[in-house]
Every structure is written in structure tokens, then in C-alpha cells.
């Protein structure tokens, strides 16, 4: 029996030594697609982009490695379907193209507002390599050109800089975290907006005034560095993009959504008691949303209430906030409604432009029905223009940044 | 099946001499002898007649040199042999009796025939042959030279007793004994053959080992088929359940605290002259656990347990896991570490399971090396080894240095399992784990580890299963993985006995 | 003494067994046939599931608590006689096998489709169904002491995942709370009481455990292991993906092992998981083919059974490879048929076979 199981066992190593191990490829030997950009071309026909990483870019290794060689290459393919890349980058790039450490997908703006844009993301999802929860990024321009343009001084191999750049999105909450997977969420349940990330190379400068957010990517007025910026979202309803909206409006965005989506962020007001001035706050949303949707009637009403913790981080009109407890409660209202103000000019746009909320509340909605049956009798997709919605915002003043006056100092020294 | 062919295996030879009886005449007893042990030819056989005063018979004192302790000889034996009273022994019936009653303070046996007398001769008693007497009195002046109790070697112990075996049965024994002092101890000889010189010593207490294992050993000790066995080491694979297994389901252990702490739990213990002990029945657990685990700290040692569970599965499979994802799950690997391993990779010629085959090679034979090597260069061996031939073969590009710290890895953690039967199941289990890694990626390893488990699992040592008391369970302090503080240890793990399942509480 | 109970199975060993067959369906296609009808809802069914198949349980637990050292099949031949009973065992027997070749083929294709996907079926297939008759070898006492060693793997596992993918859960998704309709979940827990088919099946080895004792707390707590753990699974992959997504997806451990991530460094842990995960599979495998093996030889009173091994598993690599048993026929018509097969039998068997045995015993006290 021993020998009988030892030749069994023998035979199948020789076997499968024999016959070839057909899913084995060195490391060495495959590309790895960090970026992937997709445009319309002409026809049926799509351009895909691959930028990908050298590994002998860029390393420092002392191993023989050429540190003269660029830190990725990128090419572009012209064909009619996403997935045959692996196939005809076989005529030019000499390694096997490989998906698994793709971070982001760059979508061409005129690609993405097609009808075939969500078709080809699905077709790319169902590749066993791709993950789920890569970025999903459109540019205003060509996918390729975006591509080709993000040159980072500081992260010299392509993977790190959207990497980094993942964990800025959360911080600051300018740009949504859109990630693959929710994007094929929000469109397969036909209820909720997707806002995908929105970036451009070309800087198209400054259309009047600005405040510090109310930018859509390549309106941010910079110098010098990478030429990329990323700032606003685009739009997409039933798996395609319809708009753009700025900064500002996706903050509010998150900040309606019941989750946490964003951590912390600085906002400049005109100070409400010196207009010559203005003021730097640091908001943090520290409680969940309050969301109050009310189904019982033919028009749906929404209240909405977002807790908002300020830190007032720079008073240069030296009005005193800080002592004044009438003054603290006024630039608490004044923020609020501030905010307020901005949220309902979205919200409207939202119910009578996009004709769909962006902030999950059709998940609440659902919490009001008993089954499935009852949810789609109701049909949420269709009430939520008509629906009537409240939005309060509660502030409340944290701290003033490390000072506990006014800079009654400065103001001496200024007179001298 | 195997027992079996041991028995068919056991035709003895029966010596010439066997059954030849001592004779009455001294000349005719002394003839024999010297055609038995060559004399003149064997130089070492010594023959001393001996006379005593006023007395007539002829008397010869028989030892082989180098077996006897000559201080004995002559301070002791000697001088009380010629102090005899020649009048009781002119009057005594037998005159073998007077030579007994006189020499009592020692040893003394009667033999009748040739062949237990050679026998005591080469085991280091001095035969003494009356003339007229056809029996012999033999006097146990018995030395063997042997080394003192020294440190032990390979199970090292920072806290704890530091003496081990050496090669005396009974400086064996005597140091169990110091430990165990139990009226229940028993030390069992079970002689071998027809030669009380291969006597096997079987250690263990009487009101705890069970009957049935004691049995089941004694009976494939009594099947060795072969005549001379030269030590324990030699026994352990006569007696072990499977011989041709990568597992051993024998302890071989050089530490007396050791032995004695497994006799208390119901193991029996072998020992022979030799610089070590045999456990019998072992479970996994005697494998992975060390002396010291209980001479530490209760969190020292189970941190120590940690480290030694971790550096088993690192030894046995780094090499296989490495070769599995490069080769087959490289979406594993974060980002930077695959391009860093890519970078270096590109200028090396050898498919990755290549790299690895050759180094894991090298570090064997280093290892190899490392031991035979005359000990004032063993050190240099390492560093002209490792260092060097693993620094250079880097840089002239033959491996990657990704590959030079997997197997550094994997050695290291393989030096942190002392036992050495497991240790070398491990290193040889490694190349197994390699084969179907490069076959099948973690499918193949992970369907290779489930069925490597199963085989442990269905392994028994003496009629007690591998992993018990863990799996099958039993009732036990819970030694296992983890130790838990000594005090609540009051079970002796029922695997390996039922008779006295609580450790002894006054 | 050490004789006689060596050749038994102890209770926690058994509960190993339960658990491991049982609760790992959490990880193959079984939630993906749940969500498909269940929506949302569908972490209700195994509890429901659970609670009838335990319910109808417990008139084999009053059957066997009067046969003490008789298994399942010798029951059946002397409550149903010869040609009944035969019968009886046949479809039992038909059943562990339709569960050992449609659950060996679904890992086969869960590896192929998500890890090897140029590797030939059949390679895998052989693998697997090799590994699981050299684990088979072992016996029952082999199987359940492999599994027991394997449970507390499992169990970090399971603890494992269910803490990572903690920050990816919307509770939302639950929502609304009763799906598709309460009479929906019900009909679907009906379907799916197959989920639980082992522990009516598993009677077959009452005479090999310790007692009835051990039997009934290895059995009564490795059911509640695998409904909580099959409960919290599905409940996880419903409030992660939701249901919309879920109707989609053959596969949700491995998307969901896809997913998880530990910071940003390791962020892709899919084939960790399968490592560990084709580790437990296998075991559930070979408990499989074990059972299969055991009611064909009992069915027809051969004593031993490992001979019979090598043979069923020729016949299992044979028929899991035949080309017609592609995935979606698999998770579709086949997975239905075997649902609906076993589902009358799990729940209706155990009540004939009390009533009979009550039948009989009054019979027998009036002669």
C-alpha cells in the first residue's frame, strides 16, 4: 500500500513536472499595468493606455539595476475591446501585461459620456486580475495624454503617487474616493449618482472669484510641480458621466452622506463682522449625518442634519470670538448658514439637473419599507426630485487653534 | 507485516561453546578458556595463578585487561583472596563457597558454564578457578574508561540543569535516580541475544507507564533480530513505528531532566551505554517542546513557543511559499517590494525554483560541512560559506538577493528546532513543499500540507496517536501549543496512560 | 483500555467534522444559490434552514438514543425492511454522493476560475480528489482529528475576515428587513435545508462515536457553529456588496477575500485566503467522499471501507470531469435538482422513521 501510494505520489510530480506548469510565469517576465486609460476612438474602436512600471526604474538597488532607465512605459493600443490588450501589447512589449497591481483607471472624458463607457468598465471587472477597488479617475482630456503628462518629482514610480495621493483625497474631501466597485454599486442599483474623481493636465486658469474649493480641476491657479491637478468630480448616472461638479459641491456631496467620508477640511469665510477680512476654519464632521427621510406620503421629506465640529484657526480682524460667548454663537449660525446656502443651491441642482441624489439616502429610504416588493412600488428613483428636503447644519465651535485671545499684540504693533 | 520479517530475521547463531560446562580440572578449565579467548595471541587476557599459603590446589585469577579496575585488583581482591583460612577451606565441602563467603563485600557470582564465564570476563569481572571446583567465581572489578558528565551538546539550555548522558549505563541511571527518587522507579535490564553485553536498560514508574505500551516495547526490543547493538542509537530504529517514515516516533534526548520529566508522565525511557536516552511512545508535542520550556517563566516560555512554532513553519516552508507567489501569485506582493524583487531578478539566468534548489543545496552542504569539519575550523567554514559564497554569488548575478535572505530565513529558523530527528523531517519535507509549490503554486502547497498533517495524524507511536492529546483529544494538562502556569498542569496527559491520571498532590 | 477507545471518535472531534463541513459552505457557491433568491434577506435563511433541519433532527436523536451501537443504515433496514430500506439508503447514499462531486467540482472551479486559470481542470480536479482519498485514509478517526486540528485555523479565519472587512460594511444594505416577503425566505429556507443535509447524513457514523452523549453535543453544537457562522457570512457579504451586486457574483468569500485589505501594504490577501481556504475545502472533501463511501458500504454490508476508497474516488475525478458540468450549470439546474432532492428526504425521513419506530414498539409490546 506504502509503495503503491510513494509510486502514486511519484508519478504525479513527474506528471506535472512533465506536462509543464501552466500557470507559472517568473516575475520577471510581466508587465505590470499600473495606470490604465481608456478613450474613444474612432469607430467602435477604444484607446487603451498602459503605463507600466519598470521595476529596474528608479530602485535604488545596487543589484546591476540601471537607475538611468525610466520608471515606466507607457503605450498605447488602439482596438476593440478592453481585455485583447494582453494579446496585442504582445507585438511591442516584451513581458506579459499583468492587472494585479493596477492602482487607478484613467477614463477619457469623451469616453466616459459615451454609451459604451460602462459596458467595457463591466468587461474589465470581470478579469480575474483587475481589482475591484481601483481608482477610477476621468480626465478632462484624453485618458492617454493624462497619462502621459502626470510626471511626479516626488514619486518617481507611478504606483506611489496615486497611493499617496489616495490618502490626500480623504483627508481633504475635494476629490470622492472612487473606487471601481462602488461605481458599479451605485449604477447596478440605479438610485445614486457616482461621482468619479476629476482631473485634468491642462490648467484652463481662473473663472472669476474663488474661494479655497470652489475649483474644478485645472482651475487651481499653481506653479511649478506636477502638471496634473485632481479636484471636483464628474457625475455619472445610470453609468454615464452627464456633468462636472466643483470642489465645493463635492464636499457638500460628502458631507450629506451619513458615513464618515471625509476627514477633516479648511474653509476661508468673509468674517461676518469685518468683511475687509477673512476667516480660516477647520471642519470636522465627528458625528454620522442625521438623516430623517419620511415615506408616508406621496412626496417623500428629507431632514437632513450635519454635525460640524470648527476650529477657528486664523482671526486676522482680531474680532473677538473667542471670549465673546454672543460672538462664538453668531460665527457658529454664520457658518451654518454659509453652508447652508451652498448646500441647497447643490441640492437643487441635484433634484432638477441630475434628477438623483449623490448621497445614499436611497439606502435610508429603503430602511422605511418592510420588503423589496413595497421599495419599488414606491419608486424612489421617481420621488426623489419632487422630494422635499430640509438641510440643517450644526456647528459647533471646538477650539480656536492654539490661541485662546485675540492677537491684541499685533494689532499694537501694526499702529506703530 | 514488519513484525514479521523481524522475526523471520532472528536465526541466531548458537555459539560453539554454549553449553560446554566447566570442568573439574583446573588445566582442562584453563585450556578452554585460553582457546576461547586466544591466548597467547590476545595480549589483553590475563591468566594469574595464584597461590595462597598452605594450600595445595591450585588457584588462577582470570581478567582481561582494560575491562578491570587494576586498584581493585590489587588493593582489594587480591590481598583478601590470600587471606583465606586454609583450614575452612580444606574442611569446607566446597572450596568455591569459602572463596565467596571471603570476597562478600564485593560482587560475586558463580557460573557454571564456559560461555557466561567468558561473558563476565569481557564485562569486566575477574573469574577466579579453583582446582577440583567446576564451578567459577567471578568478582565484579569491572571499570570502563568513559568520558565525565559534561555539558549537553545539542539540547542546550540557558536555565536548568546542565549535566547529559554519557556513555555508562549507570552514571545514566544514577542520574535519573537523582532526580526521580521514586520507590516505583523501575530500571528493567532487558538483555539482548545470549550477551548480557547488549543489555537494554528499561526505565519507567511502575504505578504510572501502561502495561500495554510497556509490553509493546519490551516485545520489539525482544524482536531485534540482530546479535550486537552498539548503542541506542542503533535501537532506536529497530523499535521505531515506522521506519521508512520522515518522522520519528522515537525521542532520542541526551538531557537526564528530560527523561525524567517524561517518566513521570508515564513514558518509558531506554538506556544503554550510551551518550543518550530513548523516549518511547512520542507524540509531536515531545518533538516541539524542549526541556527549558518549563524551567522559564510562564510568558518567557510560551513567547519562546511562539517563536518556535513560527520559525518551524518558516523553515519548512519560506522557500515554497517564495517560489508560489513569484511564480504564480505575484498579486500578493506589495507594489514596491515586486518591482524591487523584479529589478533584481531581470539579470539573474535561472528560473526562480532553480535559484532556489541550488541555495537551499549549498546551505546543506554547508551544514553538512559545518559538522564533520574538524571543530578549530568550523567557524570559518560559516563565514567562508555564508558570507562570502553568498555575498559573491550575488553580485556575479547568479541569484537574486531576495533568494539570500529566503534561505537565510529558512536555515536560521531550522537551527531553532533542536531536535534533531525533527529537524531533519523538516529540511527534507522543505524540498516536498518546493516540489508542488513550483507545480501548483499554493494549491499545490496547501493540498501538500492538509495531507502532510493527515499522514502525522495517522501516525502512532507505540499505539499512542501523534497529535494527541490535541487531536484525538484526551484529557490532559493542556501542554500542547501553549503551557499553561505549572500549577494547574495536575493531569498527566491521558493519552499515554490512564492508571494515575492526576500528578501526585499531598 | 486505550484499545478500545482509540478506535472511537470523541466528541470534540466530531463537532470539528459538523463544523467544518457544515459552516464552511459559507465559503463555496452555496450563498451565492441563497442571495439569488433570498435578496437581501438571505442571512435568514441558514438560521431558518438551520432551525428545521434541527427540528426534524431531533426525531433522529430519539431514534438513535434507542439503537446504541447501530448506525443510520442498519436502522433503516430494520425499521423499513430489506427492500424499503435499500431503497431508503440508495437515495442517501445517491445524495452524499451528488454532494461530494458537485462541491469537489465547485472548489475545482473556484481555483480555476480565481488562481489557475490555464492549469486543465482536470489536473486541479485530480489534485484535490488524490489529496482527499490520502487524507481519507485515515479513517473517520484520521478525518475528525485533521479536522479538529484545522478547526482553530478556521476559526482565526473566519475571526480574521470578518474584522477586516468591518470597515467595509454599509448596514443599509440589510435594508429593507424582510426582502423579498417572509413567505419567500421561508420557501427559499425549505429549499435550502440541503445546507444542513450533513447532520441527517452524518447519523451514518452514530456507531463510530464515543455515546450518544458526545454524539448529540458534537452534533447540536457543531449545527449552531455553522448557523451562526454561515448567518454572520451572509449577513457580511449582504451588508458589503449588497444584494444588487451580490445576484452577480458566483463567488463571494474569494470577491470578498479580494477586497480586504490590511492597510495599504498588503492590500491584496485573495490568495492568501485561498491558500487557507483550499486547506479547509479539502477537508470538507474528504468528509464527503468518506460519508459517500461509508453508506455505499454499509448499504451493502461490506465491514471495510477504505478499500473502497481509491475505487469512489476514481468514479468522483470521473464524473466531476465530465464536460457538461461547466459553473453555471452548476450553480443553476444541477444545484437546484440536488437541493430539491435532498430537501424531502432530510426533513420527511427522520419523521417516518420515528413514527415507525414507535409503530413498532407498540406492535411489539401488544405481542
Known amino acids: 500500500m506504502k509503495v503503491k501510494i510513494t509510486m502514486i505520489l511519484i508519478m504525479n510530480i513527474c506528471f506535472g513536472l512533465l506536462s509543464g506548469c501552466w500557470d507559472k510565469l517568473e516575475l520577471e517576465e510581466q508587465a505590470y499595468v499600473v495606470t490604465v486609460g481608456i478613450d474613444i476612438a474612432e469607430g467602435d474602436n477604444i484607446v487603451v493606455t498602459c503605463q507600466i512600471a519598470n521595476p529596474q526604474g528608479g530602485s535604488t538597488a545596487g543589484s546591476g539595476g540601471n537607475q538611468n532607465e525610466p520608471a515606466a512605459e507607457i503605450v498605447s493600443f488602439t482596438m476593440r475591446d478592453f481585455l485583447s490588450i494582453r494579446d496585442l501589447a504582445a507585438s511591442s512589449v516584451t513581458r506579459r501585461i499583468t492587472f494585479t497591481h493596477t492602482k487607478t483607471l484613467v477614463v477619457g472624458e469623451d469616453f466616459a459620456r459615451s454609451d459604451k463607457f460602462y459596458n467595457i468598465l463591466e468587461s474589465i471587472v470581470r478579469d480575474r486580475q483587475v481589482r475591484r477597488d481601483t481608482y477610477l479617475i476621468i480626465s478632462k482630456e484624453s485618458a492617454e495624454d493624462f497619462i502621459r503628462n502626470n510626471q511626479s518629482a516626488l514619486e518617481t514610480r507611478p504606483h506611489k503617487f496615486y497611493e499617496f495621493m489616495s490618502k490626500r483625497w480623504q483627508e481633504s474631501g475635494l476629490v470622492p474616493v472612487s473606487i471601481i466597485r462602488r461605481f458599479i454599486h451605485d449604477t447596478e442599483s440605479g438610485e445614486a449618482l457616482h461621482l468619479a474623481i476629476y482631473g485634468t493636465n491642462e490648467k484652463t486658469g481662473i473663472a472669476g472669484e474663488k474661494d479655497e474649493d470652489n475649483y474644478i480641476a485645472g482651475e487651481v491657479d499653481k506653479e511649478g510641480g506636477n502638471i496634473v491637478q485632481l479636484i471636483g468630480s464628474a457625475v455619472f448616472k445610470d453609468g454615464k458621466m452627464i456633468n462636472v461638479i466643483d470642489g465645493e459641491d463635492t464636499r457638500i456631496a460628502l458631507l450629506l452622506r451619513e458615513q464618515i467620508d471625509i476627514d477633516t477640511y479648511f474653509v476661508t469665510y468673509k468674517d461676518p463682522k469685518d468683511e475687509e477680512y477673512v476667516i480660516t476654519i477647520r471642519l470636522t464632521k465627528h458625528k454620522k449625518t442625521k438623516v430623517d427621510i419620511n415615506t408616508d406620503n406621496e412626496i417623500p421629506t428629507i431632514n437632513v442634519v450635519v454635525p460640524l465640529e470648527a476650529s477657528v484657526v486664523s482671526i486676522p480682524s482680531n474680532v473677538d470670538y473667542v471670549t465673546d460667548e454672543g460672538n462664538k454663537n453668531f460665527l457658529a449660525d454664520y457658518i451654518g448658514e454659509e453652508l447652508k446656502k451652498k448646500t441647497e443651491k447643490f441640492l437643487d441642482r441635484s433634484k432638477e439637473e441630475f434628477k438623483m441624489g449623490a448621497f445614499d439616502w436611497y439606502l435610508i429610504a429603503r430602511k422605511q419599507f418592510n420588503t423589496l416588493e413595497e421599495y419599488k412600488l414606491y419608486n424612489w428613483r421617481e420621488k426623489y426630485p419632487e422630494a422635499e428636503i430640509t438641510v440643517e447644519y450644526d456647528v459647533s465651535i471646538k477650539d480656536f487653534g492654539r490661541l485662546f485671545q485675540p492677537h491684541t499684540n499685533r494689532e499694537g504693533s501694526a499702529n506703530q | ?506 | 483500555m486505550l484499545k478500545k477507545q482509540k478506535t472511537k471518535v470523541g466528541a470534540r472531534e466530531f463537532f470539528a467534522l459538523y463544523a467544518m463541513t457544515m459552516a464552511l459552505q459559507f465559503s463555496d457557491q452555496t450563498p451565492a444559490t441563497i442571495f439569488k433568491d433570498a435578496k437581501n434577506a438571505g442571512w435568514m435563511v441558514p438560521i431558518i434552514a438551520g432551525i428545521l433541519t434541527l427540528v426534524s433532527f431531533s426525531f433522529v436523536l430519539l431514534v438513535l438514543s434507542k439503537y446504541k451501537d447501530k448506525n443510520m443504515i442498519e436502522i433503516i433496514y430494520s425499521t423499513f425492511g430489506k427492500y424499503i430500506g435499500f431503497i431508503l439508503c440508495f437515495i442517501l447514499f445517491i445524495v452524499a454522493f451528488a454532494a461530494i462531486v458537485l462541491n469537489s467540482r465547485s472548489y475545482v472551479d473556484i481555483t480555476r476560475t480565481m488562481f489557475l486559470p490555464k492549469t486543465p481542470t482536470n489536473v486541479i480536479y485530480f489534485m484535490l480528489i488524490a489529496a482527499a482519498y490520502m487524507i481519507g485514509r485515515g479513517g473517520l478517526r484520521g478525518i475528525s482529528s485533521t479536522a479538529w486540528l484545522f478547526f482553530v485555523p478556521m476559526c482565526i479565519v473566519i475571526i480574521i475576515m470578518s474584522v477586516l472587512s468591518f470597515k467595509d460594511i454599509n448596514m443599509y444594505y440589510i435594508y429593507p428587513i424582510w426582502g423579498p416577503g417572509v413567505k419567500e425566505i421561508l420557501k427559499v429556507s425549505v429549499r435550502h435545508t440541503g445546507v444542513f443535509g450533513e447532520l441527517i447524513l452524518f447519523t451514518i457514523f452514530f456507531s463510530e462515536v464515543r455515546s450518544y452523549k458526545c454524539y448529540k453535543a458534537a452534533s447540536l453544537t457543531g449545527t449552531a457553529f455553522a448557523i451562526v457562522v454561515l448567518a454572520v457570512f451572509s449577513f457580511i457579504y449582504i451588508t458589503v456588496f449588497d444584494y444588487v451586486s451580490l445576484e452577480n457574483m458566483a463567488f463571494p468569500f474569494q470577491e470578498l477575500t479580494m477586497i480586504v485589505n490590511i492597510e495599504q501594504f498588503f492590500t491584496n490577501l485573495g490568495s492568501l485566503f485561498f491558500w487557507i481556504w483550499i486547506m479547509l475545502s479539502v477537508i470538507r472533501c474528504t468528509v464527503l467522499l468518506y460519508l459517500a463511501t461509508s453508506i455505499f458500504c454499509y448499504m451493502l454490508n461490506i465491514k471495510e471501507i477504505k478499500p473502497l476508497l481509491p475505487a469512489l474516488s476514481a468514479i468522483i475525478f470521473i464524473l466531476g470531469n465530465m464536460p457538461n458540468s461547466s459553473l453555471a450549470q452548476n450553480i443553476t439546474s444541477k444545484a437546484d435538482v440536488f437541493y430539491q432532492l435532498t430537501y424531502y428526504i432530510l426533513l420527511l425521513l427522520p419523521f417516518i422513521l420515528w413514527i415507525l419506530s414507535k409503530i413498532r414498539k407498540v406492535a411489539g409490546n401488544e405481542s
Open chain 2, 1 to 506: 507485516m514488519k513484525e514479521e520479517k523481524r522475526d523471520n530475521k532472528a536465526s541466531r547463531k548458537k555459539r560453539q561453546y554454549e553449553d560446554t560446562k566447566l570442568q573439574t580440572a583446573i588445566d582442562k578449565n584453563l585450556e578452554l578458556f585460553k582457546q576461547v579467548l586466544h591466548y597467547p595471541l590476545n595480549q589483553d587476557f590475563i591468566i594469574k595463578d595464584l597461590t595462597i599459603e598452605d594450600f595445595e590446589r591450585k588457584c588462577s585469577l582470570l581478567y582481561m585487561k582494560g575491562t578491570i579496575d587494576s586498584s581493585k585488583l590489587e588493593n582489594n581482591l587480591v590481598p583478601s583472596l590470600k587471606k583465606i583460612n586454609q583450614i575452612e577451606m580444606t574442611e569446607a565441602i566446597s572450596c568455591w563457597a569459602v572463596v565467596v563467603k571471603q570476597l562478600d563485600f564485593m560482587t560475586v557470582e558463580t557460573v557454571e558454564t564456559l560461555y557466561k564465564a567468558v561473558d563476565k570476563i569481557l564485562f569486566g569481572y575477574a573469574a577466579i578457578l579453583i582446582d577440583g571446583c567446576d564451578i567459577a567465581v567471578t568478582v565484579n572489578i569491572s571499570k570502563f574508561e568513559h568520558r565525565s558528565i559534561e555539558k549537553p551538546s545539542i539540547e542546550n539550555a540557558i536555565k536548568g540543569p546542565m549535566e547529559s548522558f554519557v556513555e555508562d549505563v549507570g552514571t545514566n541511571i544514577s542520574l535519573i535516580r537523582k532526580i526521580v527518587r521514586n520507590e516505583q522507579l523501575i530500571s528493567e535490564s532487558i538483555i539482548k541475544g545470549q550477551r548480557t553485553s547488549d543489555a537494554i536498560v528499561l526505565m519507567y514508574i511502575k504505578d504510572i507507564a501502561d502495561e500495554e505500551i510497556l509490553e509493546c516495547v519490551k516485545k520489539r526490543i525482544y524482536d531485534i533480530s540482530t546479535d550486537n547493538i552498539q548503542n541506542l542509537e542503533i535501537v532506536e530504529q529497530y523499535i521505531e513505528d515506522r521506519p521508512y517514515s520522515l518522522v520519528p516516533t522515537v525521542l532520542y534526548t541526551e538531557r537526564p531532566d528530560r527523561v525524567a520529566a517524561f517518566l513521570q508522565e508515564g513514558h518509558i525511557a531506554l538506556l544503554n551505554n550510551s551518550s543518550g536516552g530513548l523516549i518511547v511512545p512520542i507524540t509531536f508535542w515531545s518533538l516541539f517542546h524542549t526541556a527549558e520550556d518549563y524551567y522559564q517563566r510562564w510568558p518567557y516560555s510560551n513567547f519562546v513557543r511562539l517563536i518556535r512554532l513560527i520559525a518551524f513553519f518558516l523553515a519548512m516552508l519560506t522557500p515554497s511559499l517564495y517560489i508560489a507567489v513569484t511564480n504564480y501569485h505575484v498579486e500578493m506582493i506589495p507594489t514596491d517590494l515586486l518591482l524591487a524583487i523584479g529589478a533584481s531578478r531581470e539579470i539573474v539566468p535561472f528560473p526562480a525554483i532553480v535559484e532556489v534548489i541550488s541555495m537551499e543545496l549549498a546551505f546543506e552542504i554547508l551544514r553538512e560541512a559545518g559538522i564533520r569539519v574538524p571543530t578549530p575550523i568550523g567557524p570559518t567554514i560559516g563565514i567562508v560559506g555564508a558570507l562570502i559564497l553568498g555575498q559573491a554569488a550575488v553580485e556575479a548575478n547568479i541569484v537574486s538577493p531576495i533568494l539570500v535572505i529566503v534561505i537565510a530565513i529558512t536555515g536560521l529558523s531550522s537551527f531553532a528546532i533542536s531536535e534533531i530527528s525533527t529537524n531533519f523531517m523538516i529540511r527534507i519535507g522543505r524540498f516536498v513543499y518546493l516540489a508542488f509549490a513550483s507545480f501548483m503554486g499554493l494549491y499545490g502547497i496547501g493540498l501538500c500540507f492538509v495531507v502532510g498533517v493527515a499522514y502525522l495524524v495517522s501516525i502512532e507511536s507505540f499505539g499512542v496517536p501523534f497529535f494527541s492529546p490535541y487531536a484525538p483529544h484526551y484529557k490532559s494538562a493542556g501542554d500542547t501549543f501553549y503551557r499553561p502556569q505549572l500549577w494547574t498542569m495536575i493531569f498527566r496527559p491521558f493519552n499515554i496512560q490512564q492508571k494515575n491520571k492526576v500528578r501526585n498532590q499531598q
